[in-house]
């Protein structure tokens, strides 16, 4: 009895706490929150309800984007390095890149050109033989008031041009220039170890070059020397180590000429008074005809026609002069520097009896000469050029209407 009354006792008071915690939590829950809990938001893809930017909107959803891995650390490929493509114009010519003319025959551009060295001093040596076949003539001082030739033949072809001359140092610079062999009759010491050194298997010698290349005419017929360019082009095709043909840019050619500084009818090269290279406008044939120095009977000179050995006149449409630094080893030992890649050499260009200021130019020791008036290139006649190499000191003097002198100073 006694112990079934402490049982119930003990149940009533769990009961009544039960009843008081009850009530205790029923209040808490039902009395109004004067500070509700904070709840941070959690950013989801769905678009805000408010108007985003398109630039905040993309900037919110990488910020809570999940993270991807970073890569492993693998050496990142590195690409080849791309061939460099070569776009400078290849022309197909059926143009002579050296007079503008148009050829027939196209493979006369698939090969190289060929120059021939040919003598004007002493005067017994005239007429030259087949000059007028030549594409470009360089003219250039030698010692003694006196000059010496330089003809490239291109496209045609000279079975007896002559009288060949011997080789000087200022003919390896124009060799390479125009990407050549070079006919010669001799050299001196000196100019031999600059052709062995620049020009090897491009030189061809009087005395080592077999008849019909080089002929020279027994002495009481002149004794003068001739070269064959045909004959000279299969000794260096058969017996020459070959370097592959050039390819030449065509220069600027046009049949007129709209732009010019002064009238030049005549313009005449003197080295001295007893040596002269005199040019003539001839407006029937639209070239510059060569009149030289004469000497007659009683030893006075005058000027003539010169002729070419056929009896056709020395004529050429553009007459070209460059003005150069010459080096003189002694009196009749020169060089003369092109200085190339410098575009503000002077320049005095002839064509159509009209005389136009300008510059020369070569980009490198392999590049041909180009011309430039004001800095755009200066438009040739179409035909045969003669370039004649005069000094940085030189300058022409109107001596009359349409008449020029250029008196050749070397120092």
């Known amino acids: 009895m006694g112990k079934d009354k402490q ?9 009544l706490e039960l009843i008081v915690g009850g009530s205790i939590f029923f209040w808490a829950i039902s009395r109004p929150q004067s500070n509700p809990p904070k709840i941070t938001p959690v950013m989801t893809l769905q678009k805000s309800p408010s108007a985003l ?12 984007a999940t993270p991807t891995p970073l890569p492993s650390p693998t050496a990142w490929a590195i690409a080849t390095a791309t061939t460099e493509i070569d776009v400078t114009p290849r022309i197909i010519y059926t143009t002579n890149p050296f007079t503008g003319l ?23 040596v005239r007429p030259f033989s087949q000059i007028n076949q030549a594409d470009v003539v360089f003219e250039y001082y030698t010692g003694g008031q006196t000059n010496q030739l330089l003809a490239l033949f291109y496209s045609q072809a000279a079975d007896s041009v ?26 001196d010491t000196m100019v031999r170890g600059v052709f062995e050194n620049s020009l090897a298997e491009r030189v061809f010698y009087q005395g080592f070059t ?39 840019k065509v220069l600027p050619f046009s049949v007129t000429i709209n732009k010019w ?20 406008y001839s407006s029937e044939t639209g070239r510059y005809h060569l009149w030289q120095e004469v000497e007659e009977e009683d030893g006075n000179l005058q000027l003539e026609p010169s002729y070419d050995s056929d009896g056709s006149p020395v004529a ?9 630094n010459y080096i003189e080893y002694n009196t009749s030992t020169y060089d003369i520097n092109l200085r190339e890649g410098d575009p503000n050499q002077l ?21 041909p000469f180009s011309f430039y008036v004001e800095g755009k290139p200066y438009t040739l006649k179409p035909g045969r050029s003669w370039i004649t190499i005069s000094s940085t000191i030189s300058r022409p003097e109107r001596v009359a209407e349409g008449e020029w002198d250029l008196v050749f100073k070397l120092r």
Not at 268 to 279: E, Q, R
Not at 316 to 324: G, K, Q, S, T, Y
Not at 347 to 367: P, V
């Open 162 to 187: 002559g009288p060949l001359g011997p080789g000087r140092l200022v003919d390896a610079r124009l060799t390479q220039h125009y990407k050549a062999d070079l006919v010669v009759s001799t050299v």
């Open 53 to 64: 930017s398109a630039e905040v909107e993309l900037t919110q959803i990488a910020i809570h």
């Open 316 to 324: 050429f449409e553009n007459l070209i002069f460059i003005m150069a």
């Open 102 to 124: 148009q050829l027939s025959d196209t493979e006369l551009l698939e090969r190289k050109p060929l120059l021939v060295k040919l003598l004007n001093w002493p005067r017994s």
């Open 210 to 248: 077999d008849c019909p290349g080089i002929c020279t005419q027994p002495v009481d017929q002149g004794g003068l020397t001739y070269a064959n360019t045909t004959a000279i082009r299969n000794i260096a095709e058969t017996d020459r180590l070959q370097s592959g043909t050039p390819q030449f």
């Open 261 to 280: 500084d002064d009238v030049a009818t005549r313009f005449s090269y003197l080295y001295a008074d007893f040596s002269v290279m005199d040019w003539r």
């Open 7 to 15: 049982f119930s006792w003990r149940n009533w008071g769990l009961i």
């Open 347 to 367: 320049a005095i260009l002839l064509r159509d009896g009209k005389l136009t200021y300008g510059t020369w130019f070569s980009e490198t020791a392999t590049d």
